[in-house]
């Protein structure tokens, strides 16, 4: 007798090995917990809690309104890589043709994606630093390469050392993976530090990708980007986007600028998979290339602002945190309390309702510190301050 569908078993697993292997985001997972809660203070998100600025937001308005709903090119509308690419000369001392050297992608994390599996092929390596954003590994593995960490310390406030970078470099070694600003330390690199690193490219025949999506909110010593050191541009490929600095994340407008040959072939995967960014996103980006730098430096000065309070707060408690010189984080470490990252941001969110990120989330160095977004306002990291003064005394 055939057996009917209902009798058949089901496989044990039809989902991918490199995929079910992948664990959840440590952000997300988390924050399910919190959306459950009433009354909880969040610093654990990094996403502004500024308003997309007024003139971006009418320039989607209009944008709906001239009836501007159609699909754009696979690389985005031109007017908009010519701003970016006029955008990237201007700030990041690396010039770059709008034609072949540039694509709009939907939202920084599409970027990575694209240039990750553009590049990669099973078994190569990318070397990449921790404490991270927590997709990159994902991102790596899902390419079907291999994530090898560097582990960045408290006592070089998390910036990475050149020669720690060497010693990882093998011969499957194919990308070096950047992220200064960092997600979610605040750490950067000086000009001697990407100098070193791009001789080590340079010296092996790697490809960087520097994703700098928090560049604009750097504090201190900004330097230009390691795409434009002596031979980086020709293997160096520049992510960035609007979200952070402009307070548009739910736009989803990121970019890539890179050599023609490596944008091209991420062309192909996005024509297939995305096609192109939202056309509205677009011509709201362009708005804010031309005319957004007053808000952006509005909202910089702000979280200036909050960055030095809810420091001098965590070290006030003896939780020592370093300073962050870019992006919208602390990661203070919460050893002296004698809990572990994970249980430490549980009871605080149970006993105290205040929501901070286990360090975890970010690499398996990061059991002694959580992350805190300072990314609201004032009153919030005053109040989510007391509340983790007290947590800290009662434990």
């Not at 602002?305 to 010189?325: A, E, G, Y």
């Amino acid at each position: 007798m055939m057996k009917t569908m209902n009798d058949s078993k089901l496989p044990h697993s039809r989902v991918a090995k490199h995929i079910a292997s992948l664990p959840k985001s440590g952000i997300r997972d988390f924050f399910e917990l919190v959306m459950t809660m009433d009354d909880v203070i969040s610093l654990g998100v990094g996403e502004p809690d500024f308003v997309t600025p007024w003139g971006i937001r009418e320039a989607t308005i209009y944008s709906l309104e001239k009836g501007h709903t159609s699909y754009t090119s696979n690389l985005g509308l031109l007017s908009l890589r010519k701003a970016v690419c006029n955008y990237v000369e201007e700030n990041y001392s690396v010039a770059y043709d709008p034609v072949h050297e540039c694509i709009i992608t939907v939202g920084v994390s599409e970027a990575l994606d694209l240039i990750l599996r553009a590049l990669l092929e099973p078994g190569d390596e990318v070397v990449y630093h921790e404490p991270c954003y927590v997709s990159y590994p994902a991102c790596i593995q899902m390419a079907q390469a291999i994530p090898i960490p560097i582990q960045t310390v408290e006592q070089n406030n998390f910036s990475l050392n050149p020669s720690d970078l060497e010693q990882k470099i093998t011969s499957k070694t194919k990308v070096i993976l950047l992220n200064f600003p960092n997600n979610p330390t605040g750490a950067t690199l000086t000009y001697d530090q990407k100098s070193e690193i791009a001789k080590i490219a340079v010296a092996n025949d790697l490809v960087v990708i520097t994703d700098e999506i928090y560049s604009e909110l750097t504090y201190e010593n900004q330097s230009q980007s390691i795409a434009a050191f002596p031979g980086m541009k020709e293997r160096t490929v520049f992510l960035h986007g609007f979200s952070k600095a402009y307070a548009m994340t739910g736009y989803r407008i990121g970019y890539a600028c890179g050599p023609a040959d490596l944008i091209d072939a991420m062309m192909k995967i996005h024509q297939y998979s995305m096609l192109c960014a939202s056309i509205m996103g677009q011509e709201a980006a362009l708005e804010a290339l031309k005319h957004g730098k007053n808000d952006r430096e509005s909202m910089k000065n702000e979280y200036l602002m909050r960055r030095n309070l809810i420091v001098k707060r965590f070290n006030k408690l003896d939780l020592s945190c370093t300073n962050p010189q870019g992006a919208f984080y602390v990661y203070p470490n919460i050893s002296s309390t004698g809990l572990n990252s994970e249980s430490f941001a549980k009871r605080l969110l149970k006993e105290k309702s205040v929501a901070v990120v286990p360090g975890t989330a970010f690499g398996s160095d990061g059991r002694h510190h959580i992350r805190c977004s300072y990314a609201v306002s004032m009153d919030d990291i005053e109040e989510a301050m007391k509340r983790i003064s007290e947590f800290v005394s009662e434990v």
